[in-house]
């Protein structure tokens, strides 16, 4: 078990673009002081949302607030190698000059593509469910 990405907080909200679809991917931002991509990740989900529609305004497609438990969002990080940078209540980021898609590249840093075949993963079953007695292994 990995010490929580969001140590006091049963949860946060992240934005998913195309949620529950093939390409299905979460937000991710380049953050330097992390040294890796970082989910955005916030308290509240009306907070969330707002920050989806100004990523619309930007010309993103309209993402969708979506409650992630800390364990899931510590294990998603841990997998993927991915920071998270927190949003407290009542901030309101303002979206990166420099927003970008980069569709196809299957790296860590395509918001829809590359973090879709991670939740995939994250999902896959073990090679011992061939019967009922499936049992997770580290």
């Known amino acids: 078990m990995h010490p929580s990405v969001i140590p006091g907080l049963a949860a946060a909200w992240v934005l998913l673009f195309n949620a529950g679809q093939a390409n299905e991917g979460v937000y991710t931002l380049d ?18 949302d707002d920050f989806a529609q100004s990523l619309s305004n930007e010309g993103f497609d309209l993402a969708r607030a979506c409650r ?8 998603f990080c841990s997998w993927g190698g991915y920071a998270v940078e927190l949003v407290p ?6 979206p990166p000059a420099t927003n970008e898609y980069r ?8 918001p829809q593509t590359g973090l879709r ?5 994250l999902v896959q079953k ?3 469910c061939g019967d009922d007695d499936c049992t997770m292994t580290d």
Request: aromatic share 4%.
């Open 117 to 121: 075949m991670q939740l995939e993963a």
């Open 68 to 75: 992630w438990d800390a364990n899931q969002l510590t294990e």
């Open 31 to 48: 953050m330097l002081q992390h040294g890796a991509p970082a989910i955005l990740a916030f308290e509240t989900t009306a907070d969330a």
């Open 103 to 110: 569709p196809g590249t299957g790296s860590a840093h395509d």
């Open 126 to 128: 073990p090679d011992n």
């Open 89 to 94: 209540p009542g901030m309101n980021p303002t």
